[in-house]
């Protein structure tokens, strides 16, 4: 059996099991081939140079047994490999965050799309604050992209901040990202030029729908109560005193547009472009923030 006949027949078996994907893959045949090179030992970029190897007899068992783990547990295989990639870059994760794929990557790491985010950020940007960071991906990035700047990386949960520590350390980032535990901007010192901030938003309908996949992450990193805005309308409200008069905030929410704006029919922001459209991800300068309403 060669390497893309195991991929295929491992594709085929997910596709029977009616896996749900959208954790670092989109469809059946990419998830098969991540776990199938992944057991294999081998890079994860590998599948056409090594297509047509002809396989061991031990392979197809080693590959058999994590596809059989991931459609039984119905882990995202990012929980299973304990490792994601977003814009090229490895991330440790386990099931304490949420698996890393925000959009916001792209506005800092994709050429097609940071373009937006600079045309915000100066000579100025000096202090970055990314709020509610989870497994630590977008201070990571953000350290990586921005060599100058110092970065605050905030969530409430311990659990998901001991994650981010070791996605720090393996990016060797220590001296330029400081975790902080803490509700919101509670313990954050601020004032910052740039807030980022990839909030729990899904409204409550949609969480009772969630596919297992989604269910085996942290339920406090996904839901935000009945309309998805319950933690938004309180860090929309205390942000401007936590940035800079230039200072922007750039929010990610997913598939709520429709909510964010019944949420905030006075706030004026814009809409930034990325490979999910141009209705996830927002950018609120400090000014107009002052628009907003108390929760
Ligand atoms: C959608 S995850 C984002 C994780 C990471 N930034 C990413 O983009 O992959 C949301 C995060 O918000 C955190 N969170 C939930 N409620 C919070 C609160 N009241 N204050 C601070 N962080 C909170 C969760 O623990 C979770 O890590």
């Known amino acids: 059996m060669t390497l893309l006949e195991l991929v ?16 670092g893959t989109t469809n059946a045949f990419d998830e098969a081939a991540w776990l199938t090179l992944w057991a294999l030992g081998l890079p994860l970029d590998g599948l056409d140079e090594h297509a047509d190897r002809e396989l061991a007899e031990a392979a197809p068992p080693l590959v058999e047994e994590v596809i059989t783990r991931r459609i039984e547990s119905r882990q995202p295989a990012a929980y299973l490999t304990h490792e994601a990639w977003l814009q090229g870059v490895a991330f440790y994760v386990d099931t304490r965050s949420i698996v890393p794929r925000s959009f916001i990557a792209e506005l800092i790491a994709h050429p097609d799309y940071s373009g937006a985010l600079d045309a915000w950020l100066g000579r100025n940007t000096r202090r970055v604050l990314d709020l509610c960071t989870g497994n630590g991906s977008l201070a990571v990035f953000a350290a990586m992209a921005w060599p100058d700047v ?9 659990a998901a901040l001991a994650v ?52 085996a992450e942290p339920a406090l990193a996904l839901a935000g109560g009945i309309d998805g805005m319950d933690l938004v309308r309180e860090l929309l409200w205390r942000a401007p ?49 002052y628009a907003v309403t108390p929760p």
């Open 164 to 215: 981010a520590r070791i996605n720090v350390r393996k990016h060797k980032l220590e001296q330029r990202i400081k975790l902080v535990q803490g509700h919101l901007f509670e313990r954050a010192t601020g004032p910052y030029d740039l807030v980022l901030c990839n909030p729990p938003y899904v409204n409550a309908a949609s969480m009772a729908a969630l596919p297992d996949e989604y269910r």
């Open 8 to 23: 295929q027949a491992q594709s085929a078996r997910l596709e029977q099991a009616g896996v749900s994907f959208g954790h």
């Open 150 to 158: 110092q970065v605050e990386a905030s969530d409430v949960s311990d």
């Open 241 to 289: 005193s936590h940035m800079n008069p230039r200072g922007v905030l750039v929010l990610e929410i997913g598939n709520e547009r429709a909510h964010f704006e019944r949420a905030f029919p006075k706030l004026e922001v814009a809409w930034l472009e990325t490979s999910a459209g141009d209705d996830q991800v927002l950018l609120a300068t400090r000014e107009s923030l």
